[in-house]
């Protein structure tokens, strides 16, 4: 038998971990066009805002390559999968202290307009994801030089 120590750190992160997704889903269950968030073993951080011509995303991965993400465009919205494995040849029971979080993760983004799934510029640099997704131009609508034409 195995004796694990009891590290309140780590207790206490997990807890914020779901609390943290439960009130992620709360506030989905208040949009149903929101897919609710996934039980993922863990969540990477993202920043998503929108410019004039696309809407950028930010997120958090380190420890992860661009190999170890999957990228899913459609329409107005965008699904990032991954997974974070452990890299250390201990074992989980042998660690003092354990804060990082690993496994699997899968975070979804919608959008007020459709993107171009054929224009998405991904850009990875010390563990951030950069995702420029220009927005999808209407059809029958002709722009040149900032003017539009229907």
Do not use: C
């Amino acid at each position: 038998m195995s004796t694990r120590r009891w590290d309140p750190v780590r207790d206490l992160l997990t807890l914020q971990e779901r609390m943290n997704r439960l009130f992620e889903e709360s506030l989905s269950r208040g949009r149903p066009q929101e897919p609710a968030v996934d039980s993922s073993a863990w969540s990477p951080l993202a920043d998503v805002y929108e410019t004039p011509d696309s809407f950028v995303v930010l997120m958090e991965i380190p420890g992860l390559s661009e190999e170890d993400v999957d990228v899913d465009v459609e329409a107005d919205q965008i699904t990032l999968r991954g997974e974070r494995r452990m890299t250390s040849q201990a074992r989980p029971e042998s660690f003092h202290r354990m804060e990082r979080s690993y496994g699997h993760f899968s975070r979804t983004f919608r959008f007020d307009a459709e993107v171009d799934p054929a224009d998405v510029k991904a850009h990875f640099r010390d563990g951030l994801l950069r995702l420029d997704l220009r927005k999808a131009t209407p059809r029958g609508t002709w722009r040149s030089r900032g003017e539009s034409f229907e």
